[in-house]
């Protein structure tokens, strides 16, 4: 496959001898809805790629179950610090993320499982064509990883894709109970991933049930295929039902559901659910995949970078990653130890327009930001989004405004910890809000959590979050709004 390609391994010679960062350039990020297809291809802004690099194969990134393109922007910025061509790296924004409670009945706000087929597939077309390649590796999280495998199985790409990996995809299912939501796609017993993992012979043509499981496999033929699972700190391959909201319910599913038969099958103990695809771990586990050796840096960082990304919303039935048409957005420089402002805005009130973008604003790796979002929508609140320093170019700094649950609206102020490419788990982590330690909603067992939510009793001040776990460290820096006049702050992690 790629690894044995003359350019591919020149290149990676090349980068053996000297691995210095490529030239800046913003992230290619692809999008399902066409309108948004020219603004989220930028033009570079330095001389074409060599033709070692333009031979290195594009990457498309599918997010999980209500989750957006933003989950992979420290992934890209790995194989960006490795020597990959920026602009051969690609994430896809699905319009409506989450699934339906039955796959087979329409619901608002949410997509069916052949809804998010064909808008990879349309995306996997929209990639190849910007690029001139004749394939692509696709690498996806979650639920991205299901509609990676029914794209090749029933969407005709399979002969357009390479390598397929997927991170923590539930490919047996979350339960797998003919009794239990029986339609949903999630279910390992259901008529969608029962399809999927029919056995196959080497021919490609399901088996006949008194075959024998283990000559058959699990995965279409063509590409090759990786899955990386943790060990048993996924909150979706857990043998009861405590993440369904139901403790004593036999899930039928264990820590080895999301491997598959015919595919190289990683696992990566002690992550979880979101670091199985967003961890470093994860990142050497693909790039060795796909290259054949192991990487040679982490994210290096680059002084000057520019940043943009989307803006969207939320529906009674789920987050959406549709633009926020009208919400103003407000940038500044703020200090990275307390959070306070650093002069005027960076970005002063722009309007949303249905492409989505707030940006782009030109900065350095060195400077902490807030972005305030304010929504037109009644029941979202206008939210303050802290950010410790990016480390390289994004176009992926998608922003959500968050809204004031019923029972916080009589609290002086609502600070939120949040960590979108992975789960707060004890005793694994060290988790720290506003002197807090560990702070509300952080539970024991199993990293299940991704946010903390605390009530702050007094304003106007400074207030810090901060994660250890094994090597990552980071500390966000952000400041009290009140909550009587709708405002609440977000202090986001990077890692």
Known sequence: MFARRPFLTRWLAALAVSASPLAAALVAAGTSTAA?????????????????????????????????????STTLWRFE????????????????????????????????????????????????????ASMLVLFGNSRGGLAIRNVLAHGGAAGKVSHAILAGTPNHGVWAAAGFRPGNEFNGAGPFLKGLNTLKGADGKPLPDSADPATGV??????????????????????????????????????????????????????????????????????????????????????????????????GAGPTNLALVGAKVSVYAVDVATGQRLGEALIDNKTITEDGHWGPLQTDSHTGLEFVV??????????????????RSSSLVHLRPERLF?????????????????????????IVLDGRNPPPGITTGVAGAAISRLEAKEVDRSVVGEFRSGAIHERVAGWVWPARDKHISVLELHH
């Open 36 to 72: 948004h297809a020219a603004a989220d291809t930028p033009t570079p802004l330095t001389p074409a790629t060599s033709p070692e690099q333009v031979d290195v194969p594009p990457i498309l990134f599918v997010h999980g179950n209500g989750d957006s393109a933003a989950l992979w």
């Open 81 to 132: 610090s490795n020597g990959w061509p920026r602009d051969r790296l690609f994430a896809v924004d699905l319009p409506y993320p989450q699934a339906r409670d039955d796959d087979n009945k329409e619901q608002p706000g949410r997509s069916s499982t052949t809804e998010q087929r064909d808008q990879l597939g349309a995306e996997i077309d929209r990639v190849l064509a910007a690029t001139g």
């Open 218 to 315: 699990e995965v279409t033929p063509g590409p090759k295929w990786l899955t990386l699972r943790s060990d048993n700190n996924d909150k979706f391959a857990q043998p009861d039902g405590t993440w369904l909201g139901n403790k004593d319910i036999k899930t039928q599913v264990t820590a080895e559901g999301p491997a598959l038969k015919g595919a190289e099958n990683i696992v990566l103990p002690g992550r979880d659910h979101h670091e199985t695809a967003f961890h470093p771990e994860a990142f050497a586990a693909a790039y060795r995949f796909i290259t054949g050796r192991a990487p040679t840096h982490d994210i290096t960082p680059e002084d000057k970078i520019v940043l943009d990304g989307r803006v969207t919303g939320v529906t």
């Open 374 to 391: 304010t929504p037109t929508l009644a029941a979202l609140s206008t939210t303050h989004i802290y950010r410790s320093p990016f480390a």
């Open 406 to 430: 019923d029972m916080e609206k009589g609290a002086k102020a609502v600070v939120v910890l949040a960590r979108p490419r992975g789960y707060f788990g004890l005793p694994r982590d060290t």
